[in-house]
């Protein structure tokens, strides 16, 4: 499997593969599920992303506008939420690498 587009203009090799237990909830309301990773070496603002194969597995439902994950937990539904704040310094830190590395890439 190649990935793409996770820094733009450049693609890698999965280096290999990890098993993780993924806790997700709250710690009075949470669900673990292990999921497989592929580990690549790549210089990104992510340290994980979450795929099709993951969201399935533990059933969840994705809401991007509204920066919410809700899937199914023993205690009735979890509901997970992103940081709007975070999320824009994280697009601005993956512009600025995506820049530099096109420039270092062209420089060559």
Request: charged residues 25%; proline residues 6%.
């Amino acid at each position: 499997m190649i990935f793409h587009g996770i820094v733009p203009g450049l693609s890698c090799s999965p280096i290999g593969r990890i098993r993780l237990d993924v806790l997700l909830g709250t710690s009075d309301h949470f669900r673990r599920e292990p999921l497989w990773f592929e580990v690549v070496d790549l210089s990104s603002v992510y340290h994980v992303l979450l795929g099709r194969p993951a969201l399935t597995k533990v059933m969840a439902v994705p809401h991007y506008a509204y920066m919410k994950m809700k899937l199914p937990g023993l205690k009735g539904l979890i509901t997970i939420t992103g940081d709007y704040r975070k999320s824009l310094e994280c697009a601005r830190d993956g512009v600025k690498l995506a820049e530099s590395l096109v420039i270092a890439e062209e420089r060559r």
